[in-house]
């Protein structure tokens, strides 16, 4: 028989090891959700709990450390859920549901066919649309055709990059082959007797060096952004630059226009329609409102395909990032230089260091050179933008390849980079002992006496530029910084999330003049509905003059519909 003063003794022990055990294994940090990590655990605690003696003081002792986490915790998400109770979205009875997933809805944006291409098959069709993240991409056709032969193959359809949950109108690519030259388009679902024509285009051929694409115009007060990164990237070498324009304040195409006389640059217009309450009510939510950066993800696509059998190098970027040229007099010679180091990158990604520059808020004291020689550079990197090779890289995103056959390269950060650019306005350079000059870091002369537009005579014709005090461009920050700042925040708290664009914000409008690219559209369906799809009457965007100040939204009258 077990002796009693060993039982207890040995009792003690073990209570003596719990008590050790609650002090020093609940070191515990409790997180705002309440969820515990334990970070130190001591061998006795171990043992006692395999064999299953574990103190219940133990665990009072962790809900007492953390009662208050726990309290609120609960509160905060019995109230997220009051909240969703409240705001569920409606329900959708079978009818509707069966009509939402079968009927497919696509607004249509351009059409290419590539008889042949540096990436594609020959005799293939592109094209890009808007749809709904929900969108059945299976059992789409193309039917083409010419004077002898007609075909009907399988359309293969991929959103253009990962897509985002909370942007529900998303941009995607159909690709299928075709007959040589074809005479006609159509999409249709196989089986259908009916189908849908949609115009082609060519994309451009003209050799090139570099083309840049950038993200579109929107609201564009910054006459002196737009105008320092189109002649400064002339100067280092661009061959050829491509800016949409949704909208921009005052006579900014009129002062880039001799640029676009010369060749070097191309404004072409973008669109953000307002497609109907119609289809608003049928979706749930505004397209407008529900796309990735107020359409760039489209402008950027465009671009590409226009100009990716033109071009050695592509380059994406927004108004106010630059590349520099560090391995060469230019950036041909720069790009050239990583393509030889990386020959089948899909793209090649430069981090950007962040920089000051000064300039004036007035055209009659405005200097590409000065303005050019007063930016510092910080060694404040932020995330890098990319040089895209349109042999190994189907399609750009803002910062990287959306779908490419390739890894990306990744340049080293000590041995280029490009810079991103924060303006200020009739002030003096940001100078402090963590910049450097842009001089000590390129080569800048070529910039002193030669600029592509003549300011003299810009002087003396344009008089209508924005002053920095209106607020189109402070709202557009604070409204893209408060979205952002959402998503920084726990789920329970964000429900529901508003897609990260711009158009999600109230823009008030404003007495200036403003330029504002819009078109007209018309639906196109087949015979049971299956497909509908929103066509442009025109391929180019129709720019109209407004005085109450800039606006999207904006769809000229549909002339027909089916």
């Not at 993240?133 to 004077?147: H, P, Q, R, W, Y």
Request: with cysteine; glycine share 4%; net charge positive.
């Amino acid at each position: 028989m077990m002796n009693n003063r060993y039982v207890n003794n040995g009792h003690a022990k073990q209570r003596a090891i719990l008590k050790r055990a609650d002090k020093q294994v609940v070191h515990i940090t409790c997180s705002c959700l309440g969820s515990l990590v334990f970070v130190s655990e001591i061998s006795d605690e171990k043992r006692l709990r395999a064999s299953g003696m574990i103190s219940k003081s133990f665990f009072v002792s962790i809900l007492k450390r953390c009662k208050i986490v726990l309290i609120v915790s609960f509160l905060w998400f019995l109230a997220t859920m009051v909240f969703v109770v409240l705001n569920r979205e409606k329900a959708v009875d079978h009818e509707t549901a069966v009509e939402y997933f079968e009927k497919q809805v696509i607004a249509v944006q351009t059409g290419f066919y590539y008889n042949s291409s540096v990436f594609y098959p020959d005799n293939t069709i592109v094209l890009l649309f808007f749809g709904d993240i929900k969108l059945n991409s299976t059992g789409f056709a193309c039917v083409t055709g010419n004077e002898t032969i007609s075909t009907n193959t399988t359309a293969r359809i991929r959103s253009v990059a990962a897509k985002t949950a909370i942007c529900r109108w998303t941009t995607y690519i159909l690709t299928c082959p075709s007959v040589m030259n074809p005479s006609n388009f159509h999409l249709t679902i196989h089986n259908l007797p009916s189908n849908i024509t949609i115009p082609l285009e060519l994309p451009s051929r003209k050799p090139r060096g570099i083309v840049a694409c950038y993200a579109p115009m929107f609201y564009e007060q910054r006459w002196q952004v737009v105008t320092m990164i189109h002649e400064l990237n002339a100067g280092f070498g661009v061959d050829f630059q491509v800016h949409y324009v949704q909208s921009v304040v005052g006579e900014v195409m009129e002062l880039l226009d001799p640029m676009v006389k010369q060749g070097l640059l191309e404004l072409r217009g973008l669109d953000i329609p307002d497609y109907g309450i119609e289809l608003t009510r049928k979706l749930g939510y505004n397209p407008a409102q529900a796309t990735e950066a107020r359409h760039q993800v489209m402008a950027l696509q465009d671009c590409y395909f226009r100009y990716r059998e033109s071009a050695e190098f592509i380059m994406i970027s927004d108004p106010d990032d630059l590349f520099l040229p560090h391995k060469g007099d230019n950036l041909y010679d720069e790009f050239s230089y990583w393509k030889n180091m990386a020959p089948t990158a899909s793209a090649w990604t430069f981090s950007r260091n962040f920089s000051y520059i000064a300039t004036t808020s007035r055209l009659e004291t405005f200097s590409v050179a000065d303005t050019l020689n007063s930016i510092y550079l910080t060694e404040r990197s932020e995330v890098g933008k990319s040089v895209y090779n349109p042999k190994y890289a189907e399609t750009p995103w803002i910062h990287w390849p959306g779908l490419n056959n390739t890894p990306t390269f990744v340049v080293p950060y000590g041995e280029s980079y490009g810079v991103h650019l924060k303006y200020n306005y009739d002030e003096p350079p940001m100078k402090t002992n963590y910049t450097k000059n842009i001089a000590k870091v390129v080569d800048v002369t070529r910039f002193e006496n030669h600029t592509f537009i003549d300011y003299n005579i810009a002087k003396a014709t344009i008089t209508d530029l924005a002053d920095p005090s209106l607020e189109y461009a402070e709202w557009i920050t604070v409204c893209r910084n408060r979205i952002h700042r959402l998503y920084q925040i726990p789920v329970l708290m964000t429900y529901p999330k508003m897609c990260t664009t711009v158009t999600s914000c109230s823009l008030p409008d404003r007495n200036v003049n403003c330029t504002v690219a819009v078109r007209s559209y018309k639906t196109k369906c087949t015979q049971d509905q299956r497909i509908c799809a929103m066509l442009p009457d025109t391929v180019l965007s129709n720019f109209v003059k407004r005085s109450n100040g800039c606006a999207w939204g904006i769809t000229m009258p549909s002339v027909a519909k089916n």
